[in-house]
């Protein structure tokens, strides 16, 4: 009996807290999913204004559509090993693309008036904030469930119900390119 109550008690324990972690990352992809749906509409307003600056713009759009194309494996049940990393790698080249597409964008003193451009710069900017408030709920959700998991007793029958692994974090390169809009400031 006490036993059994053990590893029920044991099983639930970890099936609430993988559940938790899971529904963090699936709130990453919802994040990441925004701001990927705002990058071609801040290319198509500056595109009005830069239009010489096609190269620019292209890596832009090529880094987005690259990341975009990496969420659905990083999410929950898609069980592609290495996916979050591939993940990260993405979603820092579209941080570094849009960090150039900002140093170009200094040249355009006429974007800075331009009211599309303040309205996607602010949406942007809520949405990196929300993509780190996200990422870190996540790291902290799989932390627990990793020393959960690994700590006594449930060690001693984690494998054995079902729960082999750890949850990987999700780490951005550049961490300090990603907590600060990645498109111009607005005076």
Not at 72 to 99: I, N, V
Not at 151 to 161: D, E, N, S, V
Request: aromatic share 6%.
């Amino acid at each position: 009996g006490l036993i059994v109550a053990f590893i029920l008690l044991t099983y639930n324990r970890l099936a609430l807290m993988r559940n938790e972690a899971q529904n963090s990352l699936s709130q990453i992809g919802i994040q990441l999913r925004r701001r990927h749906e705002l990058i071609p509409d801040l290319v198509a307003v500056v595109r009005r204004f830069m239009g010489h600056e096609h190269e620019t713009l292209r890596l832009v759009i090529s880094a987005r559509n690259t990341a975009a194309s990496c969420i659905e494996h990083a999410q929950p049940g898609a069980g592609s090993k290495g996916a979050l990393s591939k993940l990260a790698a993405a979603e820092t080249s579209l941080t570094q693309s849009l960090g150039r597409l900002q140093i170009v964008l200094e040249d355009y003193p006429e974007l800075k008036t331009d009211l599309q451009v303040a309205n996607l710069t602010t949406e942007i900017r809520s949405t990196e904030n929300r993509i780190a408030f996200a990422r870190q709920n996540y790291n902290d959700r799989a932390t627990d469930f990793n020393t959960a998991r690994t700590t006594f007793p449930a060690i001693m029958i984690a494998r054995m119900i079902g729960f082999e692994s750890d949850f990987s974090l999700l780490e951005f390169k550049d961490q300090h390119m990603i907590r600060r809009a990645p498109v111009l400031q607005l005076a």
